[in-house]
């Protein structure tokens, strides 16, 4: 168990539907990251948060919105989906060291798979 | 910009057999590089890393060197178990990304070990 936590599990919807995934980090981490592991993509990094603020954004679409809050959880918006968009979207989180971010362990959550029917 | 690029798989090995597993990068800065394993149906847990070159990263049998000269971090096993049938993925953090820790990673090599 990494300590992080992603809620749902599984998320079945239709097109141009909007979802929120949600994420609750490792005790005392303070920077969330989001990843999209797909087929033809591969892993990749959307966005991350550090202590409630953005520090770095990826390949993600307009389409798609994060936020942290003052507890530190982070939520994942996707909106006007599209087929395309089914992947596993995982959640990290890391910083609790206090240290460079670049070295630190990121601890992955169990993912949540989204089908977009 | 800043890659990973592993090598083709599967990889179907028998139990006891040496593992490699190669990965080359591309930074523009003296990245940190990490090797994370994902089991069927898991998200993904480190197995070992070093951040600066000529470091080994080691845990479980495995082990990997940073070799800034060849920019390779090449993952080796001596002796694989069936428990070991996994993907594994070769990823960078790059200090020229400024300090966020974003991860780059590799496409994945999946590994099959049979008894």
């Known amino acids: 168990d990494s300590g992080v936590t992603q809620t749902p599990k599984h998320l079945i919807t239709a097109t141009g539907q909007r979802v929120t995934l949600r994420c609750s980090p490792r005790?005392?981490?303070?920077?969330v990251y989001w990843y999209q592991q797909s087929l033809d993509q591969g892993l990749q990094f959307l966005i991350q948060?550090?202590?409630?603020?953005?520090?770095a954004k990826g390949n993600i679409l307009e389409r798609f919105s994060a936020q942290q809050f003052p507890d530190l959880h982070s939520e994942l918006n996707l909106s006007s989906l599209e087929l395309g968009d089914s992947a596993l979207y995982f959640c990290?989180?890391?910083?609790?060291?206090?240290?460079?971010?670049?070295?630190?362990?990121?601890?992955f959550g169990p993912g949540t798979r989204l089908t977009v029917l | 910009g800043d890659s990973v690029t592993q090598m083709e798989g599967p990889v179907t090995l028998s139990e006891e057999a040496f593992l490699t597993i190669n990965c080359t990068y591309t930074?523009?800065?003296?990245?940190?590089l990490f090797w994370y394993v994902q089991y069927p149906g898991e998200g993904l847990q480190l197995l070992l890393k070093?951040?600066?070159?000529?470091d080994k990263g080691s845990n479980k049998g495995f082990e990997a060197t940073y070799r800034k000269e060849t920019t390779s971090f090449h993952l080796e096993k001596g002796s694989v178990q069936v428990s070991d049938s996994a993907v594994y993925f070769c990823?960078?953090?790059?200090?020229?990304?400024?300090?966020?820790?974003?991860?780059?990673f590799g496409q994945g090599t999946t590994l099959q070990v049979k008894p």
């Open positions: 990290a989180s890391s910083g609790s060291s206090g240290g460079a971010l670049r070295t630190d362990t990121q601890y």
């Open positions: 005790s005392g981490d303070l920077s």
């Open positions: 948060y550090y202590n409630g603020e953005e520090r």
């Open positions: 930074a523009t800065g003296y990245p940190s």
């Open positions: 070093a951040t600066k070159a000529d």
């Open positions: 990823a960078l953090s790059d200090p020229g990304s400024g300090n966020t820790g974003k991860l780059i």
